[in-house]
C-alpha cells in the first residue's frame, strides 16, 4: 500500500492502520518522501528502525547516534508527531490521558475506611517497631474487619 494512503483524513479504515505496524522500508519511505531526508534513508535501513521505534527516536538519537542534521531530524519528528496525533485522534484515542497514580487506594473525596489502631501522623513515621507487623499488645496493625463508623 501507499504511506499516503494511511493518512487520508476520512472515511477509509486503513487509517488505523498505524506508525506501530510499519516495516523498515516503511518507514525508510516515509523518511525519503520528506524534503530533505532522502539521504538518510540508509541509515534508517541500517538501524532497523520500524514503526515501533520510530515514535521513540529522540532528537539526541537522530543527531548523535544516526548523524541526522538539525533540520532533517526536526522535520522527522514533527511529521511523526502529526501522524501519531492524526491516527490517535482517527482510533478514537484521547491525545492526552491523565497521567494517576495507580497505587492509591483511596481516591479523594471518597471516605476513608475506619482506622484500626493508631492514624499515621502526617508529621512523620509512628514510632513503632519496623520488624514485627504487630503492635505491642499483640493485635495486628491492619484488621480485616474495619470497625463501624460512630
Not at 493518512?7 to 525508510?28: N, R
Not at 515514535?55 to 501519531?84: D, F, Y
Amino acid at each position: 500500500g501507499t504511506m499516503g494512503g494511511l493518512f487520508l483524513d476520512g472515511e477509509e479504515s486503513p487509517a488505523l492502520e498505524d506508525i506501530s505496524k510499519w516495516t523498515v522500508e516503511d518507514v525508510c519511505s516515509f523518511v525519503s518522501s520528506l524534503s530533505g531526508c532522502t539521504e538518510y534513508t540508509q541509515v534508517f535501513r541500517e538501524q532497523a528502525i520500524d514503526g515501533e521505534t520510530l515514535p521513540l527516536l529522540t532528537e539526541e538519537h537522530l543527531l548523535n547516534n544516526m548523524g541526522l542534521k538539525l533540520g532533517p531530524a526536526l522535520k522527522i519528528r514533527s511529521q511523526v508527531a502529526k501522524r501519531l496525533g492524526r491516527v490517535l485522534c482517527m482510533a478514537g484515542f484521547p491525545l492526552a490521558l491523565p497521567l494517576r497514580p495507580q497505587e492509591r487506594e483511596v481516591a479523594p473525596g471518597e471516605p476513608r475506611p475506619p482506622s484500626t489502631g493508631s492514624v499515621a501522623s502526617p508529621f512523620g513515621p509512628l514510632p513503632t517497631t519496623r520488624g514485627s507487623p504487630k503492635q505491642e499488645n499483640g493485635t495486628p496493625l491492619l484488621s480485616d474487619t474495619p470497625k463501624a463508623p460512630s
